[in-house]
Structures are given as structure tokens and as C-alpha cells.
């Protein structure tokens, strides 16, 4: 019995899918529940399992065509198996008996010592038979044909060729090019800087990592002391947590922060939900979790949805400065940057400590430049003394 193999109804918002991988061919065995293609939007990778047990018998679509919701891509033979291979039987063997062209047992120890196939030689013999004489005939052809390749002098590339490769660009890739675009041309983007002094969260990190550890499983990072600190400071500043709607200010009692993360494929922006809810060690297991399954391409489309404010870290690569580019419809996004130790003034004095600088990318259009500058400030004075997370000042 024939079992048709569909494209998985796409989410409302995506129009179509790209066929990105093929982990089955025609003829092979597949076990139901056992993904056999690798469907790429424009947002995520969809993974297509077999409904059956059996073998794949056809398949419609190659890698790099595009799909349309509900489109056949293949078909399986149910509950059909490969014959398994008798004890003591080479798989030669069973290649040769299930191989038009009938052969003896002398010829088929020939083929399994020069790992050859039957298809692989023409028989002289009646009915196409191979004979012995035909097998050492074709392995000192094929002895001369490997010689006369190894005589032939491989061109050398001239030195200061160059060289181009063109691929075509991933789905994901072309989406993200397509929204950064889009922020820039819509949005009036500025982008405000300040610095903070990592000390006390350091100090903090290193007083409480082992018992955080301990009792949560998981490691107390810098990501949770900076969503708690910017979900507080979202709160003073509703604006920045806002986005605009056509002609309406859209002001959201909710704080979902989107964290940037980094794949093969291209960056992704999962979603921490009601992240003014979640504790510290909450905000480090979704993080990780997250990061986890985003480079594997087993993200949703629905934790990539939606977000009131991104948070992203191009410090985890050693960037010191940037401007980070707003993630529409959001109004604002946090650029973390790399921690250097570096000379400040204390109290009168010169001394070391680890510094990062803060970008605050915004919408001009919603956020004056006072607002920004105070939601960043804010940002700051919380992560220098952390206890005023706690105290809620």
C-alpha cells in the first residue's frame, strides 16, 4: 500500500517552503516517526517524519524546490522491509542473487575479495552469465584506467587566481536581510551609549554561583542580571516597551524580551514570555534552552513571535562597540558588548575594573532622547548595585 508524504500545513504566516534536506532516498527503509525531510521557511526548519513503516518509493521534489502547504513531496510502500541477510551470507552474495545475471560460487568470492558488484561487469557467458575470465578482465581494466589517471599532471591553480562561489542565500538569511532593511527604512533608528561597571555583579556571580548551581541546575550567567534589569527599567519607561501601529501608540502592559542568537544558519530572536514573572534562574534555563534548540533548527515559530524589547550580545564575540538595528514592529533593542578591565576613577582614584559598553538602538519617532537616555542610565545603575532589583529603587 502506497502512503502519500505531505507538507505539514505552514503557519498563517508563512507562504511557502524550501525542500533543505533529503535524509532518505528512494529505496531505503524508514521507520515511522523517522524524519525523512528537512522543510526550510523563512522563520524555521520544519521537519517532516514518515507516518509508516516501510520504503521510500518516490520523491516528488528535489533539495532547493520550493513547496506550498499540503503539496505531495513523496510516497512509501507500507509495511514493506528489506530481506535480512542470512547468517554467514556476504552482502555481495546477497547482491548477487538478487542480481539479474547468474553467477557461481567461485565468481561471487572473486567479487566479495574485490568488493565488486555483479551490475558492475558484463557477462560473456549465456544469458549475460559472468564467468571468472570476465571478472579478472575488468579488474585489469580497471588497474589501467587507474594508472593512466595517476600518470595525468593535476593542473596547478596559477598563484593570485580568483576564485568565486556563488550559493543561493538561505531563506532565513534572505528574511532577516529583508527586516533589517525594513527597520532602517521605517523606523528614524538613533542609537544612545553608555558604560557600566560590572563589579558587583561579578563579585555577586562569584559569592553565589556554586549554591545557584547547586539548587537550580543551571549556571547564573550576565543574561539574567540583564533581562532583570532592563524588564525594570521597561517598567519606568513604558515608551521604550511600546511600538507604533499605523497611527496608534501601542503601549503593552506585558514584558516579552527577545534574546538574539547566533546559528549556522543566521541570527534568531526567541522570546523569554512575561519575562517580569520569571526568576533569575527561570530567565538562565529558557536562555540556555533556547540557545540549544535555535542551533539545532528546532525552534517554533511561536517562541519567535512577537517581543516588546530585544536584548543582544555581540560581546560573546569581542565587539566592543555597535550600533544594534531595531527589530520591527519594537521600538528599542540593548546592544551588550564585550567586558574589558579598564581604568576608571573611584571615589579620587584610578582603578581597574571590568567595563562593558551599552548601545540603546531606538525609534525616534516614539522615544524622545531624554527617555532613551534615562532608560540606559537606568539600565546602568541597577546592573552597578544590584540589591536595587531587589529594593525595587
Avoid: C
Wanted: no cysteine; charged share 25%; hydrophobic share 40%.
Amino acid at each position: 500500500m502506497s502512503i502519500e508524504v505531505k507538507v505539514p500545513v505552514l503557519p498563517e504566516s508563512v507562504a511557502d517552503a524550501t525542500i533543505a534536506t533529503w535524509h532518505k532516498q528512494v529505496g531505503e527503509q524508514v521507520s515511522r516517526d523517522e524524519n525523512i525531510v528537512d522543510l526550510e521557511t523563512d522563520k524555521v526548519v520544519l521537519e517532516v517524519p514518515s507516518p509508516v513503516d516501510g520504503i521510500l518509493q518516490e520523491i516528488l521534489y528535489k533539495e532547493g524546490d520550493t513547496v506550498l502547504s499540503g503539496e505531495l513531496l513523496a510516497r512509501i510502500t507500507e509495511g514493506v522491509a528489506a530481506a535480512p541477510v542470512a547468517e554467514g551470507q556476504s552482502a555481495v552474495e546477497k547482491e548477487s542473487m538478487a542480481d539479474d545475471k547468474p553467477t557461481s560460487p567461485a565468481v561471487r568470492r572473486m567479487l566479495a575479495e574485490h568488493d565488486l558488484q555483479p551490475s558492475q561487469i558484463k557477462g560473456s557467458g549465456k544469458e549475460g552469465r559472468i564467468s571468472k575470465e570476465d571478472v579478472l578482465a575488468f579488474i585489469e581494466s580497471k588497474r589501467a584506467t587507474s594508472s593512466k589517471a595517476a600518470s595525468v599532471v593535476t593542473p596547478v591553480v596559477a598563484v593570485g587566481a580568483r576564485e568565486e562561489q556563488r550559493v543561493p542565500m538561505t531563506r532565513l538569511r534572505a528574511k532577516i536581510a529583508e527586516r533589517l532593511v525594513e527597520a532602517q527604512q521605517t523606523a528614524a533608528m538613533l542609537t544612545t551609549f553608555n558604560e557600566v561597571n560590572l563589579q558587583a555583579v561579578m563579585d555577586m556571580r562569584s559569592q553565589y554561583k556554586d549554591a545557584f548551581e547547586k539548587k537550580h541546575g543551571v549556571k547564573l550567567g550576565f543574561m539574567s542580571f540583564f533581562t532583570k534589569a532592563v524588564v525594570e527599567s521597561l517598567k519606568r519607561f513604558p515608551a521604550v516597551n511600546a511600538s507604533i501601529d499605523g497611527q496608534d501608540i501601542v503601549y503593552h502592559g506585558y514584558h516579552d524580551i527577545g534574546i538574539a542568537v547566533s546559528t549556522e544558519r543566521g541570527l534568531v530572536v526567541p522570546v523569554l514570555r512575561d519575562a517580569e514573572q520569571l526568576s533569575m534562574a527561570e530567565v538562565e534555563l529558557q536562555i540556555g534552552d533556547y540557545a540549544a534548540r535555535a542551533r539545532k533548527g528546532k525552534l517554533t515559530l511561536d517562541e519567535m513571535q512577537g517581543g516588546t524589547f530585544t536584548i543582544t550580545n555581540g560581546g560573546v564575540f569581542g565587539s566592543l562597540l555597535a550600533t544594534p538595528i531595531l527589530n520591527p514592529p519594537q521600538a528599542g533593542i540593548l546592544g551588550m558588548h564585550k567586558i574589558e578591565q579598564r581604568p576608571v576613577v573611584e571615589k579620587g582614584e584610578i582603578v581597574i575594573r571590568p567595563m562593558m559598553y551599552l548601545a540603546l538602538s531606538y525609534d525616534h519617532r516614539l522615544i524622545d532622547g531624554k527617555e532613551s537616555v534615562q532608560f540606559l542610565v537606568s539600565v546602568k545603575e541597577l546592573l552597578e548595585d544590584p540589591s536595587r532589583l531587589l529594593l525595587n529603587v
